[in-house]
């Protein structure tokens, strides 16, 4: 059964530092999110992201972060400058169409430190 | 005020009884998307039920159904015959509208822990 894969699984990184973290979407998937989930929290709407561009973000989604389709399999989200807050476990999702169900990847958990 | 409400921080329930994991949710919107998803210990995220506003059947994947209450803003999870890979974090969600159509509200999540 195809599925949403997101690598690395676990990333620890310096506050400051850029982090890019990998999605490869369901293959017919149109439609392309990111979620975070701080330790114990709900989990949180970040992005989304349709035809090679984002249609919509929450206030979360600031400047220091960005999403990519660089080919035609990967979906990267990126956080330029790290901070503490950012620690979380960050979730890809992909859905064939707008209204259809999202299908989620094991996430990867980032530890800033 | 939230937009999904589980109540339940935490279900207890024996092998193969039947449970159901309360949600209520909030939105003026008439077209919307309630969803629900298992969260095991490792962490990932399994969708388990959709129910569409407009949908005037319940939702039905297996062991699991959805008990949709449309004017009381409610839908439960009811698993049926419960098994221990049952036990993990169960969250609703909620797709609003047509403004908001592709951002999921979660729940804060019901913690089930199946014994046997």
């Known amino acids: 059964e195809p599925e949403v894969t997101q690598t690395p699984s676990h990333q620890v990184t310096q506050m400051g530092q850029e982090v890019i973290l990998r999605c490869v979407p369901i293959?017919?998937?149109?439609?392309f999110y990111w979620y975070r989930q701080i330790l114990g929290q709900k989990v949180e709407f970040l992005v989304s992201?349709?035809?090679?561009?984002?249609?919509?973000k929450s206030e979360i989604f600031d400047d220091q972060f960005s999403v990519e389709r660089p080919d035609g399999s990967n979906f990267t989200l990126k956080i330029r400058s790290t901070k503490l807050e950012d620690s979380a476990m960050y979730f890809c999702?992909?859905?064939?169409?707008?209204?259809?169900?999202?299908?989620f990847g094991p996430g990867t958990r980032l530890t800033v430190l | 005020a939230q937009k999904i409400t589980q109540t339940q921080p935490g279900m207890f329930v024996q092998e193969k009884e039947a449970v159901t994991l309360d949600c209520t949710y909030d939105?003026?919107?008439?077209?919307?998307?309630l969803f629900w998803y298992k969260q095991p210990s490792s962490g990932e995220m399994i969708f388990l039920i959709y129910?569409?506003?407009?949908?005037?059947q319940n939702a039905t994947e297996g062991r699991y159904s959805l008990n949709f209450q449309k004017a009381r803003k409610s839908a439960n999870l009811v698993i049926s015959a419960s098994q221990l890979g049952d036990s993990a974090m169960y969250f609703c969600?909620?797709?609003?509208?047509?403004?908001?159509?592709?951002?999921?509200?979660f729940g804060t999540g019901t913690r089930l822990l199946v014994s046997p």
């Open positions: 939105t003026s919107d008439q077209s919307y998307g």
């Open positions: 999702a992909s859905s064939a169409g707008s209204y259809n169900e999202q299908f």
């Open positions: 293959s017919n998937h149109l439609y």
């Open positions: 992201f349709y035809n090679n561009e984002i249609s919509e």
């Open positions: 129910q569409g506003s407009y949908d005037e």
């Open positions: 969600a909620m797709r609003e509208g047509t403004k908001s159509f592709q951002k999921l509200v």
